[in-house]
């Protein structure tokens, strides 16, 4: 079973960017598909976006072509590059893959 860890998070003003990690252990990354999702308070966990082994990437329809998802196989991490952030993408992120979640990290946007 793979184990993942998130990292990156923080506080960023409206319009800034931020890069999140998703390091994986315990397993062979290289075999699972992944995804980011967010989770806000009082609503449910959302998908924001997939990545394939083979690098094939899937958004949800607010990322809008402002996200960018990618993995490093050789490094076991994946990535979300998150860039013009708006207050409503405040929330706890998470990775997800080989049937485990991380524990998220958590992203504020406000000025």
């Known amino acids: 079973q793979v184990q993942l860890a998130e990292s990156g998070g923080g506080l960023v003003q409206p319009g800034g960017s931020l890069r999140l990690s998703c390091a994986a252990s315990?397993?062979?990354?290289?075999?699972?598909?992944m995804g980011w999702y967010r989770q806000a308070p009082g609503k449910q966990r959302e998908l924001v976006g997939r990545?394939?082994?083979?690098?094939?990437?899937t958004y949800g329809d607010f990322v809008k072509g402002r996200f960018t998802i990618s993995r490093d196989n050789a490094k076991k991490t994946m990535y979300l590059q998150m860039n013009s952030l708006k207050p409503e993408d405040t929330a706890r992120y998470y990775c997800?893959?080989?049937?485990?979640w991380g524990q998220g990290t958590q992203v504020t946007v406000s000025s």
């Open positions: 997800y893959g080989g049937a485990s």
């Open positions: 315990g397993s062979i990354f290289s075999f699972y598909d």
């Open positions: 990545i394939s082994v083979g690098g094939t990437t």
